[in-house]
């Protein structure tokens, strides 16, 4: 997993849904990251945000 935070937080901006939710998984575990709950919380808004973006598109 540590692996895959180092990416996501590199690249936040350009992640899709699925990587910021994961992201905000491993803040809220605190799995490779301190856990954060609040970020946890800020991410998964994120990733619902964009995941409902999307579907205005189709």
């Given at each position: 997993?540590?692996?895959?935070?180092?990416?996501?937080?590199?690249?936040?901006?350009?992640?899709?849904?699925?990587?910021?939710?994961?992201?905000?998984?491993?803040?809220?575990?605190?799995d490779?990251?301190?856990?954060?709950?609040?970020?946890?919380?800020?991410?998964?808004?994120?990733?619902?945000?964009?995941?409902?973006?999307?579907?205005?598109?189709?």
């Amino acid at each position: 997993m540590l692996s895959r935070v180092i990416k996501y937080k590199d690249t936040s901006n350009q992640n899709t849904a699925a990587e910021i939710y994961e992201l905000g998984v491993a803040y809220y575990e605190g799995d490779s990251v301190p856990e954060d709950d609040d970020k946890a919380f800020e991410l998964f808004q994120k990733a619902a945000d964009q995941a409902t973006h999307l579907l205005n598109i189709i």
